[in-house]
């Protein structure tokens, strides 16, 4: 008993995790603050364990206080909203067309939504930039 108290000792004793939660509802598009989460004990499957991963991020669901965050609901912010006026650009090789585009969706860098090309009134899927412009690619 006391060898098995000593190795206890030695190893710091059982490993124990955190949790995010939310101190208080989140509304989706919220962008997260430190003031709104906090660390609990225990171990939630999927669900976030890491402050420096949710702050700064945004809500893509309603989070509830008390509740783990889950990776699935949180993003990193939108850059682009709905119904924007965006440039729209198709590149290849040295040929490059850009024109007006309105985002049919909501996006952040890096995400792919709908763009609706304004002067032809076709609707592409393109990624967003990190200045915001829409990328078309075959």
Known sequence: ???TAFVLFLLGGPAVADTIVATRTIRPQS???SGDIERRDGVVSGAIDNVDLVVGME???ALYPGRPILFAQIGPP???ERNQI???VFQEGALTISTEGRALGRGAAGEKIRVM???SRNTV???IGQDGTAYVSN
Request: glycine share 0%; aromatic share 0%.
């Open 59 to 61: 809500a893509r669901s």
């Open 125 to 127: 899927t393109a990624l």
């Open 31 to 33: 962008i997260i603050t």
């Open 86 to 88: 965006l440039t729209l």
């Open 78 to 80: 939108a850059i682009v």
């Open 1 to 3: 008993m006391i060898r």
């Open 117 to 119: 090309n304004l002067a």
